[in-house]
């Protein structure tokens, strides 16, 4: 591997992968939406038009991260078109073109969603029917569908991988608010919350991403993917508490109350997040790779908050 495009080379996640392979002396084609900086390409808004030859020159493996992502408050008349548009024909116009220009591998980063919402008897699997509750949900299963067609008419060596929720340093969204709740004390009333959540640490994911782009035995295979250490709601919050050097500001209210309270406020989501379960099996990537997480879970939370401190010092 020597020189490997990676899309939404600027986010949270590409950032990271990008630095990540300079520092194993690998080249990265950091690709971008809007303005780039120096060391960046622009190719433009990511659709069934977009042309990648730019960027695609010499490149031996894509690595796919730029994506319309879920979002919580939808403005889009059509949502289910808008993801499409961006998630899934725009993932398989750039596989089809990485074909026509060499390309080895692709990688793509799909989602947990794909398999569904939440779990109850037992974790998620590779094995499991595939279940999309929302539309970028199904856009991403769409764009996995596409892309085993793609591999199988060309020979690109498709990897997918479908990850849970992701934190570590850059994180935003409903983890970052969960940071400044717990780093304001805010009371929570989670305490009796006994559910159980994978996560996926940003150190674990670089790292798995750079094995999917290599490894000889993982080419054609969709993998699910956690740090492999489940927690609950409630715990979660006490070792981001520690992690801060505070104690919890928690306490208890019924889940069933907690339920009807997000229903009245139009919170069901975010409800089922703090509240359900969501567990991954990642045992089949470890058995295929032999990868082992560099970072644990408590060590990707102290990461977290002490570049969160650094934020907002």
Not at 19 to 33: N, S, W, Y
Not at 225 to 249: N, V, Y
Request: hydrophobic share 45%; proline share 5%; net charge neutral.
């Amino acid at each position: 591997m020597n020189k490997v495009l990676v899309t939404g080379a600027n986010g949270f996640v590409g950032r990271a992968f990008c630095d990540a392979l300079e520092q194993a002396g690998i080249q990265p084609v950091r690709g971008v939406r809007g303005s780039a900086d120096f060391n960046e390409t622009a190719v433009g808004d990511i659709n069934s038009a977009t042309d990648w030859s730019a960027v695609l020159s010499g490149c031996d493996v894509v690595v796919h991260l730029a994506a319309r992502v879920h979002v919580m408050h939808e403005r889009d008349t059509d949502p289910l078109a808008a993801f499409r548009a961006v998630n899934t024909a725009g993932t398989l116009n750039l596989a089809r073109q990485s074909a026509k220009f060499g390309v080895r591998r692709f990688v793509f980063l799909s989602s947990i969603k794909v398999n569904g919402e939440a779990t109850i008897s037992a974790p998620f699997t590779e094995a499991d029917a595939v279940q999309p509750q929302d539309p970028y949900a199904l856009s991403k299963w769409e764009a996995e569908q596409g892309l085993q067609q793609i591999a199988a008419a060309t020979g690109l060596e498709v990897v997918v991988l479908r990850p849970p929720l992701i934190y570590g340093p850059g994180v935003k969204a409903n983890f970052r608010s969960l940071l400044s709740w717990v780093n304001h004390r805010a009371p929570l009333p989670l305490a009796a919350v006994d559910n159980r959540r994978s996560m996926l640490y940003l150190g674990n994911l670089v790292d798995a991403l750079l094995v999917c782009a290599e490894h000889p035995d993982v080419a054609g295979k969709t993998y699910v993917l956690s740090d492999g250490e489940d927690i609950s709601t409630s715990d979660l919050i006490g070792r981001i508490s520690a992690a801060f050097g505070k104690h919890p500001c928690l306490w208890a209210l019924p889940e069933q109350w907690l339920t009807i309270l997000a229903r009245l406020v139009g919170k069901q989501a975010e409800a089922g997040r703090l509240l359900g379960s969501l567990q991954v099996d990642s045992s089949r990537f470890r058995h295929d790779t032999g990868w082992v997480p560099p970072f644990t879970l408590s060590q990707g939370i102290q990461q977290t908050v002490d570049w969160y401190r650094g934020e907002c010092s």
